[in-house]
């Protein structure tokens, strides 16, 4: 399996992260341990609404502290993710990244500042995030930026199909269906990302290893497996491939000149307990490394996709 293939899809679910407002009960009863927290960490924090967003382990919570505003998840031992909310308004430096790709046309909504990301090791100076409606359906942006030893800054882009992610601290994080399975299993846990849908649906992706073999599975709100093995294969033909997913990749505009050439293309099939499914990474090339363009999908065992993310880099 190409390297730089395996690194790519396990990097596309880690790190987007948004603001969540999920339908819980209004004033949710909050430990004094999570008030502390949140005290501890933001100077005379004050307005702070907090959400419930997994039961009795995690919170988000938006607070003014001076003069800004913040939105963070926490459980009560960390600080899963935190933003500064800057604002409606997306600096057209930022905005003109997206003129060449081929998720160009859409709108913008809530920009803000990742100010902490609790697994976040990437050298990048800046993560901006947004709200995006592209073609009719929600998605998270995130740019990256760094300046590599004084010369221009360069840039990553990613695009994910939900309408928050973050991650978990720790497995016990995680429903305790979920902890189950990787016990009964005999995993070993690395860590997990929740994913929130446009339609308040979780997902869980869980990062884990078995036999020296490091592998990812998606799991449904219910905790009910949806893809990913931990003997994932190499497909080395695209003729491997089941029709409806051929049809699928053929049928759409966003993936036209896209294809299966480039170390960041490649595809995997899965199968764990009965589910089969593939993720598919496909690639344009415009002629050099800082122009290459990525979608990784995720298709269940009916060649439906279950998720989709772009990259690229600048």
């Known amino acids: ?3 730089l293939f395996f690194l790519m899809i396990a990097a596309a679910a880690l790190c987007s992260c948004n603001q969540v407002s999920d339908p819980v009960p209004d004033n949710p009863q909050v430990p004094a341990q999570v008030m502390q927290l949140v005290e501890n960490t ?3 924090p ?5 959400t419930e967003i997994l ?24 600080i899963l ?13 930022l905005k003109n990244l997206l003129n060449t790709s081929v998720i160009a046309g859409g709108t913008f909504s809530d920009f803000r500042e990742q100010e902490y990301h609790l697994f976040d090791n990437a050298d990048f100076e800046k993560t901006y995030l947004a709200d995006y409606l592209w073609k009719g359906s929600s998605y998270l942006l995130k740019w990256r930026a760094t300046a590599l030893r004084g010369q221009a800054t360069t840039y990553t882009l990613e695009m994910a199909s939900v309408h928050a992610r973050f991650p978990a601290a720790g497995l016990s994080d995680l429903p305790e269906a979920l902890q189950q399975y990787v016990q009964d299993k005999k995993f070993q846990f690395s860590r997990a990302i929740i994913s929130i ?3 308040s649906e979780k997902s869980y992706q869980l990062y884990l290893r078995k036999n020296n073999i490091d592998f990812q599975l998606l799991f449904d709100q219910d905790c009910k497996l949806l893809a990913g093995s931990d003997q994932p294969v190499d497909l080395g033909n ?5 029709s409806n997913i051929k049809t699928y990749l053929d049928s759409r505009d966003e993936y036209k000149g896209f294809g299966f050439l480039g170390n960041l293309s490649g595809i995997i099939r899965n199968e764990l307990d009965g589910v089969k499914s593939y993720v598919v990474g496909i690639q344009k090339q415009d002629g050099s490394i800082a122009r290459n363009q990525v979608w990784y999908i995720t298709f269940d065992q009916n060649g439906s996709p279950l998720s989709r993310d772009y990259f690229v880099l600048y």
């Open 55 to 78: 039961n009795n382990k995690i919170w988000n919570v938006e607070l003014e502290s001076g003069a800004k505003r913040y939105s963070s998840m926490l459980s009560p031992d960390h």
């Open 42 to 44: 933001y100077e005379n």
């Open 238 to 242: 695209a003729g491997e491939l089941p």
């Open 197 to 199: 849908s446009a339609r």
């Open 81 to 93: 993710v935190a933003y500064r909310l800057a604002g409606t308004v997306v600096p057209d430096s």
């Open 46 to 50: 004050r307005n702070m609404i907090f």
């Open 1 to 3: 399996m190409k390297a």
